[in-house]
């Protein structure tokens, strides 16, 4: 779908979630997010090089990637237009510690029955010292980041698929700073999935919108402000 529409999309390997909680017990948070940065800011330099227009560069993330999606969208916001995080929330030591250099467009994306991440937020993440924000308090902070106004515009997304067992609405924020929106999208009985996609779980997974084609549209409407 990315190369449709002209877009060059990455997926970086990643390791399992076990490997990831050992590697931040050995060198530590910081020392990973740094080491997660650097890594990609080499992707992004990579591909600049290779005719990629730096205007156009966006960063989705889902589950454990949204959270160290949103860590980046506070570290690398000078070099992603953009960014779209689905069943994550932000860590609560960025909630005051979180300085974008130019702010960006932010679509958030979360169901409410998410057990592995919750809607509610959650205390010692996979048993380590490191909280994770409620999706409204991350709603609030990206809102508050970019100065936007208190009349958000909410509408009901179509129930195209009654069977699916999920009812989603989606928050826009239109009058953020430089012209930048920051819109969410809340799954009512939504659990750890992928909107649109097919996963052989027992779990809801919303069908009544394609969270891919969501976020690539847009991406699409919001590049890079001066």
């Not at 992707?43 to 993330?61: C, F, H, N, Q």
């Not at 970019?146 to 958000?152: A, I, K, V």
Request: glycine share 8%.
């Amino acid at each position: 779908e990315a190369e449709a529409n002209g877009y060059l999309a990455a997926f970086p390997n990643q390791h399992s979630i076990d490997d990831h909680v050992e590697e931040i017990l050995a060198i530590g948070m910081q020392a990973v997010l740094d080491k997660n940065q650097a890594f990609l800011e080499a992707v992004l330099d990579y591909s600049i090089e290779r005719g990629a227009d730096p205007s156009k560069t966006y960063l989705l993330g889902y589950g454990s990637g949204s959270v160290w999606a949103q860590s980046m969208a506070c570290r690398l916001s000078a070099r992603f237009a953009a960014f779209a995080f689905v069943s994550g929330t932000i860590a609560t030591t960025l909630l005051d510690d979180c300085a974008p250099e130019r702010f960006p467009s932010i679509l958030m994306i979360h169901g409410t029955d998410d057990t592995s991440i919750p809607y509610s937020g959650m205390k010692n993440w996979y048993g380590l010292s490191f909280n994770l924000a409620s999706f409204s308090e991350t709603e609030a902070h990206w809102a508050g980041l970019g100065n936007c106004g208190t009349t958000p515009e909410l509408t009901l997304i179509p129930d195209n698929d009654p069977e699916d067992g999920t009812i989603s609405s989606r928050t826009v924020r239109t009058d953020c700073t430089n012209g930048q929106n920051v819109e969410s999208i809340v799954v009512q009985n939504g659990s750890h999935t992928y909107p649109g996609g097919v996963f052989p779980t027992t779990f809801s997974v919303s069908q009544d919108f394609n969270a891919n084609a969501v976020a690539l549209e847009f991406f699409t409407n919001h590049p890079a402000t001066p």
